[in-house]
Antibody, heavy 123, light 111 residues
């Protein structure tokens, strides 16, 4: 059973870059498109973007100018960088998988999910 | 402002049924049969409950069912139990540019 674990700083200063890593265990990193999803306190979910193990990416148009997602297959990890952060980027950040087969997305749903990590943007 | 519209809250007594709606547009909910639903307990990660509008993952009780009509998807929970009290989010595929959009979430209270 695939398990995901987010890691990274819980506090980031305004205008700096938020960096998080998600470690994949219990399964093949090539079996999913790996997504980042965030949830501001008391609010709904927002899809940020995804990456495939090949390096192919796709980002939410609303965040595209500030987001970079990368993958390190040797470590079974993928990472999120969000630049020029403001207080509006304060959220719980989740990593999650979208099922793929042969590189094609076959499931338009998110499962599994990591436990999430709270990132606060404050000076 | 979330892309998909859900009621802020719904409630029901144990044993009753409740339905949570999720309204989008022809560019998302109405355009694809790719609606999923997630249950989120406080402080926990979302859990997939329904995918492809009406399919249940293994392990999800058959008390949970999904449907869609036009631009509105619905999640129905029958035989309400105390452990069903949680936030519920809908999600829809929205095309190759936007990909996925979520609803703002609905808080289910079991009275």
């Amino acid at each position: 059973q695939v398990q995901l674990q987010e890691s990274g700083p819980g506090l980031v200063k305004p205008s700096e870059t938020l960096s998080l890593t998600c470690t994949v265990s219990g399964g093949s990193i090539s079996s999913y498109y790996w997504s980042w999803i965030r949830q501001p306190p008391g609010k709904g979910l927002e899809w940020i973007g995804y990456i495939y193990y090949s390096g192919s990416t796709n980002y939410n148009p609303s965040l595209k100018s500030r987001v970079t997602i990368s993958v390190d297959t040797s470590k079974n990890q993928f990472s999120l960088k969000l630049s020029s952060v403001t207080a509006a980027d304060t959220a719980v950040y989740y990593c999650a998988g979208v099922m793929t087969f042969g590189g094609v997305i076959v499931g338009n749903w998110f499962d599994p999910w990591g436990q999430g990590t709270l990132v606060t943007v404050s000076s | 402002q979330s892309a998909l519209t859900q009621p802020r809250s719904v409630s029901g007594s144990p044993g009753q049924s409740v339905t949570i709606s999720c309204t989008g547009t022809s560019s998302d909910v109405g355009g694809y049969n790719y609606v999923s639903w997630y249950q989120q307990h406080p402080g926990k990660a979302p859990k997939l409950m329904i995918y492809d509008v009406s399919k249940r993952p293994s392990g999800v009780p058959d008390r949970f069912s999904g449907s869609k009509s036009g631009n509105t998807a619905s999640l129905t929970i029958s035989g309400l139990q105390a452990e069903d009290e949680a936030d519920y989010y809908c999600c829809s595929y929205a095309g190759s540019y936007t990909l996925w959009v979520f609803g703002g979430g609905t808080k289910l209270t079991v009275l």
